[in-house]
């Protein structure tokens, strides 16, 4: 699966298959020299250097990937596996996403649908199990946007952020001082020249991404 779907795609953010052993069942991927987004999260030294430009232009590629996936033509690709040690930097810093092994492509199923007029015709639509596989991936890039500011392990992610966050609520109408103070002690201590409000704002698109109610998660193409 994993052969026969990097084969087919090409993208600036998923990394190049250059070639197969089948009967060692081994892949040959292009070299990217520059660790995991999980290596510039954890590692102190790495973390420091990983500036916050750095790591929107990570979401961003990260966020374009995904949506050239979800839209390839004629059928859609769930990543299935999308967790920062599967997302990989070259030697001039561009990220990627890897493993593939547990992808899928998804089947369109076209429906009957009435026109203006009476004319009828047929509407190109997702299954509904495959629509919860995307999802996945998008709940998937909702804790990793949550990792990238916080610099912490999912587990339990999204529930300590939220609960934090909640304090900023409480302290509306309140000191600016006091909102600054528990977003301060969010964000990763190492990130510098990172604006409070940019943080908070992919604190809050993370949160939205990895809603446990999928009809709440945005849209990545329209809203991400």
């Known amino acids: 699966m994993q052969v026969a779907i990097l084969k087919k795609i090409r993208h600036q953010n998923l990394v190049t298959l250059i070639g197969a052993c089948p009967e060692r069942q081994i892949l040959i991927y292009e ?5 995991s987004l999980k290596d510039h999260l954890t590692e102190s030294g790495q973390r420091r250097r990983f500036t916050w430009k750095r790591r929107v232009r990570a979401a961003s590629s990260i966020c374009s990937a995904l949506i050239f996936l979800h839209n390839t033509e004629p059928n859609p690709i ?8 599967n ?11 890897s493993n593939f092994a547990m992808s899928h492509l998804l089947q369109y199923t076209s429906k009957p649908v009435s026109f203006w ?11 509904g199990s495959d629509t919860h596989k995307i999802q996945l991936d998008v709940s998937a890039l909702g804790i990793i946007l949550l990792q990238l500011v916080t610099a912490q392990k999912p587990k339990d992610l999204r529930k300590n952020v939220l609960s934090k966050l909640g304090d900023i609520i409480r302290f509306q109408g309140k000191s600016m001082e ?15 020249k990172c604006q409070l409000d940019d943080a908070a704002e ?12 999928e009809k709440h998660r945005p849209d990545l193409a329209a809203d991400v």
């Open 117 to 127: 007029g009476g004319v009828k015709g047929f509407a190109r639509m997702l299954i």
């Open 178 to 192: 006091q909102q600054h103070e528990v977003l301060k002690s969010i964000v990763d201590p190492d990130l510098k």
């Open 31 to 35: 070299f990217l020299p520059n660790g």
């Open 87 to 97: 997302i990989l930097f070259s030697k001039d810093n561009v990220c990627k996403l």
């Open 202 to 213: 992919m604190l809050f698109l993370g949160l939205k991404c990895s809603d446990p109610n």
């Open 78 to 85: 769930v990543h299935g596996n999308l967790k920062t040690s």
